[in-house]
């Protein structure tokens, strides 16, 4: 059982370039989120999923856009990236709405 | 606006002590208040989390001791162990609401 799986696992971005990060999982969640974590900040709720077909705003969620492309699938996109875009990213996933959190191993991105 | 503050931001304590890690939230609706661990590398993961009509909840070395009235809730780690290192997450979130909210961590360094 693989759980969360997030893809890749590191990234080098100069500024002003796109990518997506890939997130999956095989728990058959309905709810699905992104956060960034910065040292000293905790986490940071970017976008969530509460199930498939619907997406909303986090805490932080200017300078990126998301797509839940099906119950297993939630991809974050960068348009244009920025240094300060520079973070951990982590996916995870909920059975019920917030509570029980299951995190992906996470993708380390510098923008350059 | 951090809803959550936790505290300390660091702590070393010896092998066989006990660890106290304390959070403060503000907003009186949240219902649910986990705790995660985070290893070097890997994301966060569940360890233990309470419900406010319960003062304490212990599983194993861990335990929540909750104040309901101080709004304030702290996370208890008997017989430390050099395992037990790592970054520690208190949380809180209300009624299935999706957006958790995270406190800052704690980086916990047991040593032997």
């Known amino acids: 059982n693989a759980g969360v799986t997030q893809t890749p696992k590191f990234q080098v971005l100069k500024t002003g370039q796109s990518m997506t990060l890939q997130c999956a999982q095989d728990?058959?969640?309905?709810?699905m989120y992104w956060y960034r974590q910065d040292p000293g900040m905790g986490l940071r709720l970017i976008y969530y999923s509460a199930s498939e077909g619907t997406t909303d705003k986090g805490e932080v969620p200017n300078g990126y856009n998301v797509s839940r492309l099906n119950k297993r699938e939630f991809s974050l996109r960068l348009e244009s990236a920025a240094p300060s875009q520079t973070s951990v990213y982590f996916c995870?996933?909920?059975?019920?709405?917030?509570?029980?959190?299951?995190f992906g191993s996470g993708t380390q991105l510098s923008v350059l | 606006q951090q809803q959550v503050k936790q505290s300390p931001q660091s702590l070393i304590v010896q092998k066989g002590g006990i660890s106290i890690i304390n959070c403060a939230y503000e907003?009186?609706?949240?219902?649910?208040f986990p705790w995660y661990q985070q290893f070097p590398g890997k994301g966060p993961a569940l360890l233990i989390a309470i419900r406010p009509d319960v003062s304490e909840k212990k599983e194993g070395r861990f335990t929540i001791s909750f104040n309901k009235s101080a709004k304030q809730f702290s996370l208890h780690i008997m017989d430390s162990q050099p395992g037990d290192s790592a970054t520690y997450f208190c949380a809180a979130n209300s009624g299935g609401y999706q957006k958790v909210t995270f406190g800052t961590g704690t980086k916990l360094q047991v040593i032997p």
């Open positions: 907003n009186t609706a949240f219902d649910y």
């Open positions: 995870a996933s909920s059975p019920m709405g917030g509570e029980k959190l299951f």
């Open positions: 728990m058959n969640h309905n709810s």
